[in-house]
């Protein structure tokens, strides 16, 4: 039972341009959401989070979109840096798990300069 | 290093062995999870402590599977009588509480080779 979906493998924009990497859940119990970017070898690194009270989070250049009625969140990376270039994973947590995260298969982001 | 610490960062054995896996995560953190990332899928949850509350261990997959975590620091994931079926990438993280917007801090990971 996936119940957090990241469909697209793979997205590959030009520097500059934004960059769209979308998540979708089944459990509307969750309360909160993350993503994180990961480099190869190396361990997951937290990027940003939104509550599900709120349909935005920004920081930088780094906005999630949240849309609880389609159960659909976004990251949008805007304007992509070549160093952006990773695979990202959403995740989801339920208030009462212990705050376990539930993770989608991942995206990997590929910045052309 | 002020970083999840996990040793070692490579471990290859043959199917039927025993391994552990070591993970020290940040200092002060009192919550630590494991998670495993087999090839091509995102992280899978496995086993989490929080402070002196029992573990939840819902997530290991079998009675092969189990962990400790001493003095609420150092955890140990032990996998006894491996199967090829366990490789994969095995990572730790910490945090200061449990509970959201508790942001969990990851080790770069054991990657696990069962021959």
């Known amino acids: 039972d996936q119940q957090v979906k990241q469909n697209s493998p793979s997205l590959s924009v030009q520097e500059g341009r934004i960059s769209i990497l979308n998540c979708d859940y089944t459990?509307?119990?969750?309360?909160?959401f993350l993503w994180y970017k990961k480099y190869p070898a190396e361990g997951p690194t937290f990027l940003i989070s939104i509550s599900s009270i709120k349909d935005k989070n920004e920081d930088g250049r780094f906005t999630v979109f949240l849309n609880k009625s389609a159960k659909h969140l976004s990251l949008h990376i805007v304007p992509s840096q070549p160093g952006d270039s990773a695979v990202y994973f959403c995740?989801?947590?339920?208030?009462?798990?212990?705050?376990?995260?539930?993770f989608g298969e991942g995206t990997q982001l590929t910045v052309n300069p | 290093g002020a970083g999840v610490s996990q040793s070692p960062s490579n471990k290859v054995t043959e199917k039927g062995k025993d391994v552990e896996l070591r993970c020290d995560p940040i200092s002060g953190h009192t919550a630590l999870y494991w998670y495993r990332q087999s090839l091509g899928q995102g992280l899978e949850f496995l086993i989490y402590f929080q402070g002196n509350s029992a573990p939840d261990k819902s997530g290991l997959p079998s009675d092969r599977f189990s962990a400790e975590r001493t003095g609420g620091s150092v955890s140990t994931l032990t996998i006894q009588r491996t199967q090829q079926e366990d490789s994969a990438v095995y990572l730790c993280?910490?945090?200061?509480?449990?509970?959201?917007?508790?942001?969990?801090?990851f080790g770069d990971g054991t990657r696990l080779s069962i021959l």
């Open positions: 995740a989801a947590q339920l208030g009462t798990s212990g705050s376990r995260l539930t």
């Open positions: 459990n509307s119990m969750f309360d909160y």
């Open positions: 993280a910490s945090s200061v509480a449990t509970g959201a917007n508790q942001p969990q801090h």
